[in-house]
């Protein structure tokens, strides 16, 4: 008597392959959706840190670091077609090295480190690239319903601020009630975090 071998068929195959897709699919975009929570709770973290340090440090000096802009975090890259390490976005950059002084001085408040936020890029409907977080101080004269206030700008891959109070901006102006983000990028939030300045 003969065994005849048996095989699978193209049909089975073909089927397996397309399971296998399919579950392969599903893994990258789950896992695309973890990096980016990820990130944005980074970002909110270092966010939360720099919020009460700056808090802290006006209590004990009436006066925040600096009357100019800063960015928040040292480790910035440079932005596409640019030489020189900066936050903010693309066609008005801070530099990194430049808020240094004050940057440094809210070390004491935050144990010696400056946390950093996500630096992974997130852009508006035109391409303009956004990252990190940065400092605006008394000099940018910024108000909410006419009373004098600083700012923390930060981008986060997320629908919501997670750090706030946040709102919806006018520079320099800006009104109540808070918002659940300042305003919409194409694939993420940017974050007007004002701080009271009287």
């Given at each position: 008597?003969?065994?005849?071998?048996?095989?699978?068929?193209?049909?089975?195959?073909?089927?397996?392959?397309?399971?296998?897709?399919?579950?392969?699919?599903?893994?990258?975009?789950?896992?695309?959706?973890?990096?980016?929570?990820?990130?944005?709770?980074?970002?909110?973290?270092?966010?939360?840190?720099?919020?009460?340090?700056?808090?802290?440090?006006?209590?004990?000096?009436?006066?925040?670091?600096?009357?100019?802009?800063?960015?928040?975090?040292?480790?910035?890259?440079?932005?596409?077609?640019?030489?020189?390490?900066?936050c903010r976005?693309?066609?008005?950059?801070?530099?990194?090295?430049?808020?240094?002084?004050?940057?440094?001085?809210?070390?004491?408040?935050?144990?010696?480190?400056?946390?950093?936020?996500?630096?992974?890029?997130?852009?508006?409907?035109?391409?303009?690239?956004?990252?990190?977080?940065?400092?605006?101080?008394?000099?940018?004269?910024?108000?909410?319903?006419?009373?004098?206030?600083?700012?923390i700008e930060?981008?986060?891959?997320?629908?919501?601020?997670?750090?706030?109070?946040?709102?919806?901006?006018?520079?320099?102006?800006?009104?109540?009630?808070?918002?659940?983000?300042?305003?919409?990028?194409?694939?993420?939030?940017?974050?007007?975090?004002?701080?009271?300045?009287?």
């Open positions: 008597m003969s065994v005849k071998a048996r095989g699978f068929t193209i049909v089975e195959l073909l089927i397996v392959i397309v399971v296998i897709g399919i579950l392969a699919a599903i893994t990258i975009v789950a896992y695309s959706g973890f990096q980016d929570r990820a990130e944005a709770s980074k970002t909110a973290t270092a966010m939360q840190a720099y919020k009460k340090a700056l808090i802290m440090y006006k209590l004990d000096n009436s006066i925040y670091p600096s009357a100019g802009a800063f960015c928040l975090g040292d480790q910035y890259g440079a932005f596409t077609g640019q030489s020189i390490a900066s976005y693309s066609t008005s950059t801070i530099a990194a090295a430049g808020g240094a002084p004050a940057r440094d001085l809210l070390k004491p408040y935050m144990n010696g480190s400056l946390p950093m936020p996500s630096i992974k890029f997130i852009h508006d409907s035109t391409g303009r690239e956004y990252v990190g977080g940065h400092f605006y101080g008394s000099g940018y004269n910024y108000k909410l319903d006419g009373k004098a206030v600083v700012t930060y981008y986060v891959k997320s629908d919501t601020c997670s750090v706030g109070p946040v709102y919806a901006p006018t520079p320099p102006n800006f009104v109540s009630p808070p918002v659940n983000r300042s305003e919409a990028l194409a694939d993420g939030s940017r974050c007007f975090l004002l701080l009271a300045d009287d």
